[in-house]
C-alpha cells in the first residue's frame, strides 16, 4: 500500500511559479505511472500530467510548456514545477500513482490558487 501527501501549494500571482511535491510512504519505483490531477470548482478531475516510471512524460496541451513533472525512485517523491501560472490554473492538485490501468493511489489535494 503506498500512500501519497501533496505540498507546496499556495496563493500567487499570475505570472509567478510554485512548486508542488509529492511525498509517498513507500516505494513508488512499482508505479509504472504517476502523475498530477486538478479539479477546478464546478469541473471535472482532469489530468495535468504524468511521468512513468522510464521518464516518459505527457502533459495536457494547457499547461505544455509551462509545467515540468519528474519523479525521485530513490526519495519516493515526485515533483509538479509550474511556471507562468494562469488564473484558469487555480484548483485542487492530486498527485496520484498506478501501478496498472487505473489510478489506484491518491494524495488527499492542495490547494493551488492563482490571482491578483
Known amino acids: 500500500q503506498v500512500q501519497l501527501v501533496e505540498s507546496g501549494g499556495g496563493l500567487v500571482q499570475p505570472g509567478e511559479s510554485l512548486r508542488l511535491s509529492c511525498a509517498a510512504s513507500?516505494?513508488?519505483?512499482?508505479?509504472?505511472?504517476m502523475g498530477w490531477h486538478r479539479q477546478a470548482p464546478g469541473k471535472q478531475r482532469e489530468l495535468v500530467a504524468l511521468?512513468?516510471?522510464?521518464?516518459?512524460?505527457f502533459y495536457a496541451a494547457s499547461v505544455k510548456g509551462r509545467f515540468t513533472i519528474s519523479r525521485d525512485n530513490a526519495e519516493n517523491t515526485m515533483s509538479l514545477q509550474m511556471n507562468s501560472l494562469k488564473p484558469e490554473d487555480t484548483a485542487v492538485y492530486y498527485c496520484?500513482?498506478?501501478?496498472?490501468?487505473?489510478?489506484?493511489?491518491w494524495g488527499r489535494g492542495a490547494q493551488v490558487t492563482v490571482s491578483s
Open positions: 496520484a500513482g498506478s501501478s496498472g490501468l487505473d489510478w489506484r493511489y
Open positions: 513507500g516505494s513508488i519505483s512499482s508505479l509504472y505511472r
Open positions: 511521468i512513468t516510471s522510464s521518464s516518459s512524460t
